[in-house]
C-alpha cells in the first residue's frame, strides 16, 4: 500500500475504510489524533500510521438543539437535539465525535466517563456521501 500523507483528508479516507487511524511519533511515540506530520512534543517528522482500538470513554459532552446544515439534513433540529462529546481513547489521545446511543433530550443522564465504542456514520447521497466519526454508548 503506497503511504498516505498524515492528513486529514486521509483520516476521513481511513474513516471511509472504517478504520479510526492516528499517527504516531517514531521518534517519542506520541499518538496524534486528528494525525499530524510534525510532532508538537519532541519536533519529530517521522510518522506512521496505527490503527485504534476505537475504545473510550466519555470526557466532556454537550447536547446540540440548534444544528449546523448537515445535521439538520441528518435529521437533527430543536426538537431532536443531538449529543457531541469529547471522547478519550484508550490509547490516550482525544477527539471529539457525536454521541450515539444518549437520549440528548435528557442530558442529566448522560454521564462522563461513560465507556463509548467507535461507530462510522454514513451520511449524503452520492458524491457528497462521506464517513462520519461517532461514537456510541456500551449498553450495561
Ligand atoms: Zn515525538
Same mark, same amino acid.
Given at each position: 500500500?503506497?503511504? *498516505?500523507? %498524515? /492528513?486529514?483528508? %486521509?483520516?476521513?479516507?481511513?474513516?471511509?475504510?472504517?478504520?479510526?487511524m492516528?499517527?504516531? +511519533? +517514531?521518534? +517519542? &511515540?506520541?499518538?496524534?489524533? !486528528? !494525525?499530524?506530520?510534525?510532532? !508538537?512534543c519532541?519536533?519529530?517528522?517521522?510518522m506512521?500510521?496505527?490503527?485504534?482500538? &476505537?475504545?473510550?470513554?466519555?470526557?466532556? %459532552?454537550? /447536547?446540540?438543539?440548534?444544528?449546523?446544515? @448537515?445535521?439538520?439534513? @441528518? =435529521?437533527?433540529?430543536? $426538537?431532536?437535539?443531538?449529543? /457531541?462529546?469529547?471522547v *478519550?481513547?484508550?490509547? =490516550?489521545?482525544?477527539?471529539? @465525535?457525536?454521541?450515539? =446511543?444518549? $437520549?440528548?433530550?435528557? !442530558?442529566?443522564?448522560?454521564? #462522563? &466517563?461513560?465507556?463509548?465504542?467507535?461507530?462510522?456514520?454514513?451520511?449524503?447521497? &452520492?458524491?457528497?456521501? *462521506?464517513? #462520519?466519526?461517532? %461514537?456510541?454508548?456500551?449498553? =450495561?
Open positions: 500500500m503506497a503511504e *498516505r500523507e %498524515f /492528513t486529514s483528508a %486521509f483520516f476521513y479516507q481511513y474513516l471511509g475504510e472504517h478504520k479510526l492516528a499517527s504516531q +511519533c +517514531c521518534s +517519542c &511515540g506520541a499518538l496524534h489524533l !486528528p !494525525p499530524r506530520a510534525l510532532c !508538537p519532541c519536533f519529530g517528522d517521522e506512521e500510521w496505527v490503527e485504534l482500538g &476505537g475504545s473510550g470513554t466519555l470526557l466532556a %459532552f454537550t /447536547t446540540i438543539h440548534i444544528a449546523p446544515t @448537515a445535521m439538520i439534513e @441528518a =435529521g437533527y433540529n430543536k $426538537d431532536n437535539p443531538y449529543c /457531541t462529546g469529547i *478519550r481513547l484508550a490509547e =490516550g489521545p482525544t477527539i471529539s @465525535a457525536q454521541i450515539l =446511543g444518549v $437520549d440528548a433530550r435528557q !442530558p442529566t443522564q448522560i454521564s #462522563t &466517563g461513560m465507556p463509548l465504542k467507535v461507530a462510522y456514520l454514513e451520511r449524503g447521497e &452520492g458524491d457528497k456521501r *462521506r464517513t #462520519t466519526l461517532a %461514537f456510541e454508548a456500551i449498553e =450495561g
